[in-house]
């Protein structure tokens, strides 16, 4: 079952029907009067105080698992992933295969200082003006689901709003057509977006053909300290990850241990 071609084939439907009842004028005035963006980019460029950045993730069900958490509180997980530390929140908005709820992402980023992705799969222009107008800080750019001219007329449109983009690839022929297109932030997806199959060596793999400049963050089934080391050793020190945090009972707590595994890493030998 492709998954993927499944919530693509919706997301233009459902793009094309709020197109049609919130006109793209009026998100576009709004879009472009925002000042309030926060720096979504600049949080990740450097290591936190721990080595370790975690963009902690908000979402309720996903396609293969199906619930995950169906009662969740956007508005007290985020505050509890601001108590650990997360360096930025991700939120996801699409209802149809991850029970998100209108309002999600602006009741969460209302109740932390954190910037806040929006995480869902943008097909349109129309989606980034309408992410700027909901309060997004950035954006996610599935480099699979959009042509080399959308990915550089989205990142262009990005840069006009002031928001920021996690480009996300999932194999070095994304990343030719990422770095081809000016992308900076490099979402490295463990996750084959077609059968959902997670392999959480494809970052570790991945990241040494990055360019010079570009900043890497791992995403999909990172749930471990043990993980985290994995990815440091590999030059990756930030980290998107959901499931594992929603499911956490104490997410504050969680997400310190995660973070601490970049305090107790320690060098390797010499001559290693």
Known sequence: MDFLTRIIARKKQDVARAAAENPPAALQRIAAARRDQRPFFKALKQPGQTGVNIIAEIKRASPSKGPICPDLDPVHLAVQYERGGAAALSVLTDGPFFDARPGDLQAA???????????????ASYQIYESAAMGADAVLLIVRVLSARQLEDYLDLCRALAIDALVEIHSPADLEKASAAGAQLIGINNRNLTNFATDIGNAVELVSHLAPGQVPVAASGIGSPLDIRANLDAGIFNFLIGESLVRAADPAAFIKTLSAAGCRRTPPESGT
């Open 109 to 123: 980023r209302n109740a932390t200082r954190l910037p806040v992705l929006r995480k869902d799969f943008m097909v």
